[in-house]
């Protein structure tokens, strides 16, 4: 064991529970510690918690930042255990010499795309409102729950890349939907393949009945679905997000709540997290709020979490992991 390498787990509560076999990997590498830390914690301070741990095992929070990287001393390697790496500032890493991987995205792709129409089924048959009053003794009271079906209505999906193209596959070829499809970097030919029909935002919200949020978060779309767009779509709108909260301007989603205007509104993400029994949207029977678990599957994690560990093993051989995305370091051979 190489008593140089010093390896952190940051915010990533599944990482080695459900594998232990990863963990002992890592131990053969070096010292590991596990931390669980604000989500907002500063730059500067996190660097201060860091300090001597020079490969990182990340998940979505907290933010590695400009300040983060001109405080820390050395890091080799930041590892996500998922695929978005929007908390993480690139070019502040490649400075650094800090090499940055992400896991290979179909080892995401079915688990997520799964759960977005898993959880949109949920609001729209309302099934767990149903089972709780199964739980309270109320099945009499079954007339309460009528739901909608998902098959033959016009579905909408924002962002149709790795997860996205899954979700339009399944919702074309499993019930039947036409499927409109918004993502401004691929081709009529590319959303075709998938099933889906190439079209701009507005006709995608002003036609669809569902809409699937999977888009990738960037400077660009930051609150793309906010009051304007909330006035556009049709009255009784299911949605389903799966991709990163801050796609939606959740005072806005609130207000369409509300108003009657969303029928149903299933997340798996929040704009900040972790999300807290007093969160907006909890008001609202016709909304269901899960804990970031899209890739909670058992052969998701085993393959996050090896490709992390085949990083961390890598980086201390002086190897480039695969799927890096800076990869510009003094580190490697």
Not at 39 to 62: C, H, R, V
Not at 233 to 246: C, D, E, F, I
Not at 294 to 322: H, Q
Request: aromatic share 8%; proline share 3%.
């Amino acid at each position: 064991m190489d008593r140089k390498n010093k390896i952190a787990i940051v915010n990533s509560s599944s990482f080695g529970t459900i594998f232990p076999e990863h963990l002992e990997r890592l131990h053969k590498l070096g010292e590991v510690e596990k931390f669980t830390l604000d989500s907002e914690l500063d730059g500067k301070t996190l660097a201060e918690k860091l300090y001597g741990f020079n490969m990182i095992i990340a998940s979505i929070t907290p933010f590695y930042t400009k300040e983060f990287f001109e405080h820390k001393d050395e890091l080799k390697l930041i590892t996500r255990h998922g695929i978005g790496y929007n908390n993480i500032d690139l070019e502040a890493a490649k400075k650094h010499h800090t090499i940055v991987s992400i896991v290979p995205p179909l080892v995401e792709r079915d688990a997520v795309a799964e759960n977005n129409i898993t959880n949109l089924l949920n609001v729209m048959r309302q099934t767990s409102k149903a089972y709780q009053a199964v739980l309270q003794d109320k099945w009499e009271e079954r007339a309460k729950f009528v739901g909608n079906i998902l098959s033959g209505k016009t579905a909408g999906v924002i962002g149709v890349g790795n997860i996205g193209s899954r979700v339009a596959e399944l919702l074309n070829y499993g019930f039947r939907c036409e499927v409109l499809g918004y993502d401004p970097y691929k081709t009529s030919e590319e959303l075709e393949a998938f099933g889906a029909k190439k079209v701009e935002l507005e006709e995608l919200l002003q036609r669809s009945d569902v809409i699937c949020i999977c888009a990738s978060l960037n400077e660009f779309n930051y609150h793309m679905l906010s009051e304007k767009e909330f006035n556009m779509m049709k009255r009784n709108v299911y949605l389903s997000n799966t991709a990163r909260g801050a796609l939606i301007d959740e005072s806005a989603l609130v207000s369409a709540l509300d108003n009657g205007k969303v029928a149903g509104f299933a997340t798996d993400v929040l704009e900040v997290e972790p999300g807290r029994s007093n969160h907006p949207y909890v008001q609202f029977s016709n909304v269901i709020m899960t804990p970031h678990t899209s890739a909670y599957t058992m052969e998701c994690l085993e393959g996050m979490g090896n490709k992390c560990v085949t990083d961390c093993e890598k980086v201390a051989k002086g190897i480039l992991p695969d799927r890096s995305i800076q990869t510009e370091s003094k580190y490697l051979i």
